[in-house]
Nanobody, 117 residues
Framework: QVQLVESGGGLVQPGGSLRLSCAASGSIFVANAMGWYRQVSGKERELVAEITRSGAINYAESVKGRFTISRDNAKNTVYLEMNSLKPEDTAVYYC???????????WGKGTLVTVSS
């Protein structure tokens, strides 16, 4: 059974920073791509950032220059450093991981990020 556990969400003022973490666990689970989506109520889930096992990175245009994704392969953990946060970044952030052998995509339960003064 693969589990992804997110942490680091919360309330922050505009211009502030937050760091999200997501650890994947499970017997013999090795992650290929890992990343983050976000979703606002009533809207589709959108990709925020993705990083492959080899380190290739993709960002949504709306977060380029403000967010940084990184990972620790030994810990099957992905991080999202969010700076210069804006109210429009408010959403539930979901991490995901794609298994190397099966290409199955696993999801975390989500962590709420609220940017408000």
């Amino acid at each position: 059974q693969v589990q992804l556990v997110e942490s680091g969400g919360g309330l922050v003022q505009p211009g502030g920073s937050l760091r999200l973490s997501c650890a994947a666990s499970g017997s013999i689970f090795v992650a290929n791509a890992m990343g983050w989506y976000r979703q606002v109520s009533g809207k589709e889930r959108e990709l925020v950032a993705e990083i492959t096992r080899s380190g290739a990175i993709n960002y949504a245009e709306s977060v380029k220059g403000r967010f940084t994704i990184s990972r620790d392969n030994a810990k099957n953990t992905v991080y999202l450093e969010m700076n210069s946060l804006k109210p429009e970044d408010t959403a539930v952030y979901y991490c995901y991981a794609v298994a190397v052998l099966t290409y199955t995509k696993y999801w975390g339960k989500g962590t709420l990020v609220t940017v408000s003064s």
